[in-house]
């Protein structure tokens, strides 16, 4: 069975997907993931122990059918043989290993979107088997099949609302992490406070200092005649002894 394209998602709802797979985180300080609520889990328990249970039911009415009698050529019959092949296969194989990824994961938006679009491609498929049984099938292979559709369709449109919420808060996450980073940035960017100098009006004023008047040199009176300088080579006579 092929996967068909989900047409019926929004645009930005593939945007938050591929976001999750390809948003990094701020090198520091490193991020901690915080635990999965109870809530969540508790909720996703639920909806795949539903889904389990669907699955059972629908693989024990898909064994009980009788093909070969529908009223209807070969071509028909050889093409709803190959889709109860199809299904059962999935449900026996794909649709457990998704499960269990999720389990893991109870709070991935990709794991919940790939399990969505499993079931999706599974609707398609048993929708289209359902019809053929209600045309040239008996009525009890019918209601029956008409009933796990039913089931089917509830369990897609329950993992539909799951998925929206945890788009939601993923959408949250992302934004606070981008004001947190433009925050970051814009304190690394502003430039450094200007000093602040306190007055104090209390304080009395500092009185100017004075300054000194240059010393100016004395020049000698007209007609004085210069002081010779002293002879650095000439002997100077002894002082007198006599009293």
Do not use: H
């Amino acid at each position: 069975m092929k996967l068909i394209p989900v047409s019926t998602l929004p645009y930005c709802l593939l945007v938050l997907l591929a976001a999750e797979a390809s948003a990094q985180v701020p090198p520091s300080p490193p991020a901690t993931p915080s635990p999965v609520p109870y809530s969540s889990v508790s909720e996703l328990n639920l909806l795949l122990s539903d889904l389990d249970q669907t699955s059972r039911n629908t693989q024990q009415d898909l064994t009980r059918l009788r093909i070969e009698k529908w009223k209807t050529d070969a071509n028909t019959k050889r093409g709803s043989l190959a889709d109860v092949e199809s299904i059962q296969r999935n449900l026996r194989n794909a649709l457990p290993e998704i499960a269990s990824q999720l389990q893991n994961s109870p709070d991935s938006l990709v794991a919940t979107f790939k399990l969505y679009r499993n079931l999706d491609a599974l609707y398609d498929v048993f929708g289209s088997l359902v019809e053929s049984a209600g045309a040239f099938g008996s009525r009890d292979e019918f209601q029956s099949l008409q009933n796990d559709l039913g089931a089917l369709e509830r369990s897609r449109r329950s993992f539909a609302d799951r998925m929206e919420g945890l788009a939601s808060a993923k959408e949250g996450e992302i934004t606070g992490l981008r004001t947190q980073l433009q925050a970051k940035r814009a304190a690394e960017s502003a430039p450094a406070p200007a000093k602040k100098v306190v007055v104090d009006d209390n304080e009395p004023p500092k009185k100017p200092v004075k300054k000194k008047p240059p010393v100016k040199a004395t020049k000698p009176s007209p007609g004085t005649p210069p002081k010779p300088a002293p002879d650095a080579g000439a002997t100077q006579p002894p002082p007198s002894t006599q009293p």
